[in-house]
């Protein structure tokens, strides 16, 4: 099977903070999605693709579906969730094994009537000390989906992804490929930049941690050996600009060093980063304000 092209695009399914972003990361041996422990990190589907020989497998990792269906940002992404589930080749459900919710439910409805291949990743197999929640649900879970492959894995640890992987590519179709075998986003540079910026906020900011944050790049620009790039970072209230900057400025400090690591890595260069905090009132719940800040089906 080895010499025959295969293509075709693998949806990640799953409920907030079951570990698909990570599962995306670690079979791209890069960081390109971000995570944190809180959901609602993943905004947009993306793409991750990966190619190895004859193989190119187009991932899309998609914001977990939740039940919280009031905020344009939440029904947005929702949308882009269920989209992804459609004109794909595969289909992974990607559960975590210490855990099972009302969303986890969610997901199996949607899932259910999926057409083709489709493989379960019992994630986070890693946690042998928590309390194994999923285990009971399993049996009935494989009852729901018979036709599915069970595959337990470590997103975190990349744990046996080698097979998960292998079933991906076993189920991808005879094809050319789709993209050239060096690009692993359909994603631009500025949107992976803001996206590490918000990152670092998510994982800065605790219990008092604004949802309602959205970065933009305003600069993004090589010269010589530096990358400048200059983000703005969009806040709802005046509260939450203050408990963003933090004492002294010492928390936006902190977001800025650990954003910069991360770009320097993924842009294989030095990076000078400027950020700034703007407060704009209510655009979680504006569609008008998402659509020009760059969510779009
Ligand atoms: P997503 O919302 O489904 O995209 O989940 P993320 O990829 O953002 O991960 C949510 C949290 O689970 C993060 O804190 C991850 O580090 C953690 N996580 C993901 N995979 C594993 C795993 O295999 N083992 C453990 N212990 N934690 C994991
Ligand atoms: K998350
Ligand atoms: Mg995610």
Same mark, same amino acid.
């Given at each position: 099977?080895? =010499?025959?092209?295969?293509?075709?695009? &693998?949806?990640? &399914?799953?409920?907030?903070?079951?570990?698909?972003?990570?599962?995306?990361?670690?079979?791209? !041996?890069?960081?390109?999605?971000?995570?944190?422990?809180?959901?609602?990190?993943?905004?947009?589907? $993306?793409?991750? %693709?990966?190619?190895?020989?004859?193989?190119?497998? /187009?991932?899309?990792?998609?914001? !977990?579906?939740?039940?919280?269906?009031?905020?344009?940002?939440?029904?947005?992404?929702?949308?882009?969730?269920?989209?992804?589930?459609?004109?794909? =080749?595969?289909?992974?459900? &990607?559960?975590?094994?210490?855990? @099972?919710?009302?969303?986890?439910?969610?997901?199996?409805?949607?899932?259910?009537?999926?057409?083709?291949?489709?493989? /379960?990743?019992?994630?986070?197999?890693?946690?042998?000390?928590?309390?194994?929640?999923?285990?009971?649900?399993?049996?009935?879970?494989?009852?729901?989906?018979?036709?599915?492959?069970?595959?337990?894995?470590?997103?975190?640890?990349?744990?046996?992804?080698?097979?998960?992987?292998?079933?991906?590519?076993?189920?991808?179709?005879?094809? +050319?490929?789709?993209?050239? +075998?060096?690009?692993?986003?359909?994603?631009?540079?500025?949107?992976?930049?803001?996206?590490?910026?918000?990152?670092?906020?998510?994982?800065?900011?605790?219990?008092?941690?604004?949802?309602?944050?959205?970065?933009?790049? +305003?600069?993004?620009?090589?010269? !010589?050996?530096?990358?400048?790039?200059?983000?703005? /970072?969009?806040?709802?209230?005046?509260?939450?600009? *203050?408990?963003? %900057?933090?004492?002294?400025?010492?928390?936006?400090?902190? %977001?800025?060093?650990?954003?910069? *690591? =991360?770009?320097?890595?993924?842009?294989?260069?030095?990076? $000078?980063?400027?950020? @700034?905090?703007?407060? *704009?009132?209510?655009?979680? =719940?504006?569609?008008?304000?998402?659509?020009?800040? !760059?969510?779009?089906?």
């Amino acid at each position: 099977m080895t =010499d025959i092209s295969r293509c075709g695009y &693998v949806a990640i &399914v799953g409920r907030p903070n079951v570990g698909k972003s990570t599962l995306l990361n670690h079979i791209l !041996g890069q960081k390109l999605a971000i995570t944190s422990r809180k959901p609602q990190t993943t905004r947009h589907n $993306m793409l991750g %693709i990966k190619t190895e020989g004859a193989v190119q497998a /187009i991932y899309v990792d998609t914001p !977990g579906l939740h039940k919280n269906n009031e905020k344009a940002l939440n029904r947005f992404m929702n949308k882009s969730a269920a989209s992804a589930l459609k004109d794909v =080749d595969v289909v992974v459900f &990607v559960v975590d094994r210490t855990r @099972w919710t009302d969303e986890d439910q969610l997901v199996l409805d949607r899932v259910q009537y999926v057409q083709g291949p489709l493989i /379960i990743a019992v994630n986070k197999a890693d946690r042998m000390e928590d309390k194994a929640e999923l285990l009971p649900h399993l049996q009935w879970l494989t009852e729901q989906l018979p036709n599915a492959e069970v595959v337990p894995v470590s997103a975190l640890h990349g744990h046996n992804l080698d097979t998960l992987e292998r079933l991906v590519a076993e189920h991808l179709p005879e094809n +050319e490929h789709f993209f050239p +075998e060096d690009q692993i986003t359909d994603r631009s540079s500025r949107f992976l930049a803001a996206e590490l910026v918000r990152e670092k906020i998510m994982r800065q900011l605790g219990a008092e941690l604004p949802y309602q944050i959205t970065v933009e790049i +305003e600069e993004f620009k090589q010269e !010589g050996r530096i990358l400048h790039i200059h983000a703005l /970072i969009l806040v709802e209230r005046d509260g939450q600009k *203050k408990i963003l %900057i933090g004492e002294k400025g010492e928390r936006i400090k902190q %977001i800025g060093q650990d954003a910069r *690591k =991360d770009m320097e890595v993924l842009f294989d260069s030095k990076v $000078m980063l400027n950020l @700034w905090v703007k407060v *704009k009132g209510g655009w979680s =719940d504006d569609e008008r304000a998402l659509h020009s800040l !760059g969510y779009r089906e």
